[in-house]
């Protein structure tokens, strides 16, 4: 059976989200499967929201 990798990344300050797609697109394209969760908490921050709508990731019954 495979193993898969759970990584969180949280705390103050920035370059979460980059650091995030910077591990998921290496994880691509060594051709695994990723899958990327993202918990917005509160009205701030809503244009990575906007962006997952636009892209068409599945999630358009997702609040504005």
Do not use: H, W, Y
Not at 6 to 26: D, F, N, P, R, Y
Not at 28 to 55: A, H, P, W
């Amino acid at each position: 059976m495979n193993r898969g990798t759970i990584q969180v990344i949280c705390g103050e300050g920035k370059g979460k989200t980059s650091s995030a797609l910077g591990m998921g697109i290496e994880a691509l394209t060594k051709n695994r499967t990723v899958i990327m969760i993202q918990f917005l908490k509160g009205c701030q921050g809503r244009g990575s929201l906007e962006i997952m709508k636009k892209t068409g990731t599945g999630d358009e019954d997702l609040p504005v």
